[in-house]
């Protein structure tokens, strides 16, 4: 029974049978119907024109979307524990030449605006120090915690402000608007983001995410940086069909609340030995070793998160019955 | 009737298959027992210990050989025509952080050893002058060519006494194979060369190539930079799956006989048209502009490669009625 | 007696007494007074208002001003013989971050304006290919040659019709001005050129070139690459010193034509042997082994550029003795 | 009358003679006698054969040294304070292409060898983190404090111990030694360092700085890079002599005894406002925005380091009665 990550649970129904449907010989690359009609899929969806294009992952995505919006030479402000500085070996680096992670701390992996604006008061100007050029949040955070309208705004006035660019790293962002409820254009370019990552892989895709760029403007040479980076499969088409799978009738929300629920359930069953809130489909609790050992042997996997504290995932696929033996263990610990 | 090029046609059954057999959650990444199991598989298949990776595509598969072969500083030896030169939106110089493509001439594609030598023997040395690191070949080439293993085998040997690493861009490779009729190993590791990009995707696969280092202390590195392009697909086993599905009962090489019985029956209705040899499952033939409009209007789609050139290529999938008819369209010019 | 190179010459006694009386402490890198004047002395001299940057080396001028023309996934339209491609190791490549030189041939190293209109109009468009975004020739050329501000607006004119930043490599800009005879702007953005690198070390300087920004707009950045590359020099006026001093008089000028009028004494020598018209300091001639051999033997020293080929290079410093005794010398042979 | 900083001072009459004695023509690049000379120099003062390139900036030094020592997928762990962090605009991702900074504290920016175990410690393994591949410490650090030799093994023994290359910015490398009192090769070589940047600009040289490297395997590629970088000056004999005019006589310890001498006495003046204890020629000290006032209304021109900090740095070339004025002032605010 695995609560490890939802980043390797299986693939929707719906997206196997669209990816068979798209099994017949079509133009290469990007040329195919499916492809082409992204940018009108993410359009209507976020109520705006917008520039769409799938990536095979969120790391590439994520990079892609730095190197839009940062020059070599330049910093991303982004949190402490954001998987853009931990957790991608360094891709954002590699995507943008060699960019630096200007990182801040705040709870449960959020950036607020009043540490936004210390770090740049901060910072010194001038030619020495790179300058930022961009900001970047994920939502849902990396402690599974959300960031509403008025967050996500209240960051995105900064960033204009300070001319930076503003990226949000959207791995979970199905189950960020699930627990909110706000419409998606509430929480991305009616709030200041420029480029959002929209995951689909965690979400019941196989391996698909959408760059969506609400500023045209900046997915300039994007399309070359995805070819350049070998992002450009010649098959699109199945990339496409995921992404439209999961979106046609909703099937994203829907799989996103189911995760969200389960989530919700193992919170309730941790009580006080949660670290943060459960705001999306990550659970973050204190646990002793020996606790540990006994849920481990019960048959549950789980990521050992730091000294003395674990991170259980619900995945879209996770089936109640495991759910329910898993609260019931930890209740009963 | 599209002989475009066999980088969209469909997937093959097995392979389909085999990816519904993995829908199933598994470790992420790369840890599950499919990729897991891939070592084994292509040691196998090449009668050698050998390192073996999934990449979802040809130019990164690439891209990645030639950083693990040549540093920032050093040249790649290809051909003018390579696609690594050409049609890969600079991702060698992405990958490599900056090495030149050293090129030269050949027929079809392909380098000879005169050629190797005399680039090697003109190339000034010293640090003024980027030193060449690496050889690439593709095999079968751009022009539907192949090279023998006596022909790798004798740039292998220059290679060696150049100190120069040894990639082949094997995106035919099975084509060029099913024509030759040798054992893998005879035409890559036991020619010299160090690092194979073996595809998959033209060959019935989605989007799997697998990068095979015969020299394994030469993959070091690699899957750090495979994280960092964004590479490491977190559902890593459809990757996997695809690639075993393909070379589980030899389905690459009924693929690549399929494709390449096609091309012979167009290259037998071109006749003197024909530009090169046809010895993979690509034509290159001469052809007036009224004649191509007529084949097109037939239906048939093809690649305008130059004035006066037309490139038509056979996918493994291709219908035996849609390669008569284009064969008798052809015939009847 | 040393005719292998101007790179290696003596500084020039205004030079070296400018730098003795910049030896006092003043604000560091380029906030001193004499770094703050070069946009000034530049702007004079080319009669428009620049951007003018003092680099120590010409290797680093062309980079960064390549990295502020083309993107990482764009390409450079040069001359096969162009020193960005052939002797600076890669440093166009590790500036722009990966972009690729494209290039072209032309008798003496120089670009017409039928080969770039060839070239551009056989460039395919798309994402497979890297696309062209700057143009950059070198002038005086590495074969000694020179272009007219015909020459270069023709170009230029191509240049902009393509959207291509259009960078001039001056090494040698001192000998081409002073053998054409025009204003400085004629040959550079009256022409369509957008950055000049501004050679001033082989003429008389110790180690330092000037990058001049003709458009502005394209120099956003170039202080930030510069000092990345560790090329903000904390003590800069002493490089701000040499080209003042040598800009001041016109000792660039009388440099140069001393230098070139050297040439024409050894081409006068040469005369049959000449395989390039000498139009700067650079004499290239035909010469057997034998006749190489003698040469040195009596004292000379020159380079052997290709098989049955030498040249040989006037500095600003010759001693007219020497040229003398080198003509008399050729004559004999 | 200025304690700005070092890095604006005048040359040292012993460098501005041998540059004017450099003034003739020799063999370009580091081609010349002076260059060739270098190993056999820093040879001898370091007690060990080592390879030695001179280099125009402590910025490139440094960042040269990390891409010797770091892959591009990996990272350098260094002081939160450090100026390959801070001052470099991101030169080390640069040169190293993407490698990432990592951080720790440490008093005065000096890392304690408890902190880079814990740091390392707490480092997950794995593809998705960007590895440790080397260790860098400032010495003289940005707070002008010194590491002893024991400091130094302490480091050098756990960067051994964790397969880390080990590079000192030794931009006041001087001024630690001559504090220190210890030969040049107990803090460096034989307490584990591989690399070091030996600063002279800071010193009383103009413009050139020297890489040492102990471990001459290390060096592979390095004048390449250099190259690429644009580093390798034409005239480098000009470096060169800056350097051993430096090292000839000792003059580099008797500069930075004469600039730690001045600091000491400021470092009296300061009394308990003194934030760090002064160990090489930096003093930070506590100030009220009055007192800054007065002491710059007087004529004195020195760093606001943080809020209520001042920094104030004796050069080389301080004239005592500066020094005495100074010092002076302090004590009477």
């Avoid at 690359?29 to 095979?56: C, H, I, K, N, P």
């Avoid at 999961?246 to 994203?252: E, G, H, M, R």
């Avoid at 000294?307 to 759910?323: K, T």
Wanted: charged residues 20%.
């Amino acid at each position: 029974m695995r609560f490890f990550s939802d980043n390797a649970a299986s693939v929707h129904p719906d997206v196997m049978a669209a990816m068979a449907r798209a099994n017949h010989v079509d133009t290469a690359y990007d040329g195919d119907a499916l492809s082409q009609s992204l940018d009108r899929l993410m359009s209507d969806l976020f109520e705006t024109e917008v520039t769409a294009l799938w990536v095979a992952t969120g790391t590439a995505a994520n990079a892609l979307a730095l190197a839009s919006l940062c020059p070599p030479y330049g910093s991303v402000l982004c949190h402490n524990d954001a998987h853009i500085q931990n957790d991608e070996c360094g891709a954002p680096e590699f995507y943008t030449h060699g960019a630096k992670m200007s990182v801040m701390p705040g709870d449960g992996a959020k950036i607020s605006a009043e540490t936004l604006k210390a770090q740049l008061a901060a910072a010194p100007g001038g030619v020495h120090w790179t300058q930022p050029h961009a900001l970047s949040i994920t939502n849902a955070t990396e402690y599974g915690r959300v960031y509403t309208p008025a967050d996500v705004a209240a960051l995105g006035a900064i960033a204009k402000a300070h001319g930076l660019g503003f990226h949000m790293d959207g791995a979970r962002f199905a189950n960020a608007v699930a627990t909110v409820g706000c419409a998606p254009a509430d929480v991305t370019w009616r709030a200041g983001v420029d480029v959002l990552s929209f995951g689909f892989t965690k979400n019941g895709g196989m391996s698909a995410e959408c760059l969506v760029y609400f500023d045209k403007a900046k997915a300039a040479g994007v399309v070359e940086r995805r070819k350049r980076a070998g992002h450009l499969l010649s098959k699109g088409r199945y990339m496409a069909a995921q992404i439209i799978a999961l979106v046609q009738n909703d099937v994203w929300l829907a799989n996103a609340r189911a995760a969200n629920a389960g989530a919700q359930k193992l919170a309730a069953a941790c009580g006080p030995r949660l670290i943060q809130p459960v705001e999306a489909n990550e659970v973050f609790a204190r646990m002793t070793p020996d606790e540990v050992a006994r849920l481990r042997a019960a048959g549950f996997d789980f990521y050992d998160w730091a000294q003395g504290e674990v991170r259980f995932v619900v995945s879209w696929d996770q089936p109640e019955a495991e759910i329910a033996a898993f609260a019931d263990a930890i209740t009963r610990l």
